[in-house]
């Protein structure tokens, strides 16, 4: 009979979905009772512990609903290594105040000068944030886009994508992304990725006039990072090679 009010208590937070209070309500109320803390200091602590643990698992189901190909943080990022890339701006964005704008980002530059690490930690920023994010390199949306069309379920992938926070378009080359770029016009951000230059983008959507639109749309609210410099991943091997050379 003693057990009753412990396993009613279980039962009730269960059903609350209050995890963190069960798992630790005993434990603290040994520990408030030891520092002499009244129920109110006790409940408010306990309050607290729910609340933080709640938000580290709505950033994972963010971060998780997001598909990133790998989690990466600004803070791991090598500035010094890129100098043409505005560190001030870049940590600027980072706060999210562009998405609240509708702003957009156009991350240019040569294969390997961490474009990609850019976006990941924004949208990993961004996630932290409470906003809904989704990374995707554009060869895959176009083949998402593709595949929606031929099962009918095109209106719908089209209304995910404008409904998401801030849509990451990673390694925009040579596929048209003409839609899904007019569709999110003022109604939320992208981030873009590309290794070409904006004078060579008529090579990606075909026709001049339709690149100028398309341009228009973006640059309209946008933030540039210039990210020119040696490839990190050409880097490496070059310090590979000098550290083991072949015998």
Known sequence: MTDTPQVLLAHHLKKLRLPTFLSEYAKLAQQC????????QYL???SELELIERERRMIERRIKAA???ATKSLDSFDFKAIPSLNKVLTMQLAR???IDARENIIALGPSGTG???IALGLGLAACQQGRKVRFITAAALVHELIEAADERRLQRLQKQL???DLLIIDELGFVPLSEVISQRYERGSIIITSNLPFDEWTEIFG???LTGAILDRLTH???ILEMNGESFRLKQSRQAIQTNPAT
């Open 67 to 69: 598909k990133f190909p």
């Open 96 to 98: 999210g105040e562009f």
């Open 33 to 40: 009772a030891a520092a002499n803390k009244d129920h109110v």
């Open 221 to 223: 609210h946008v933030n």
């Open 44 to 46: 408010m602590r306990l």
């Open 115 to 117: 474009k990609t690490h």
């Open 207 to 209: 026709a001049e006039r």
């Open 162 to 164: 404008v409904s998401q």
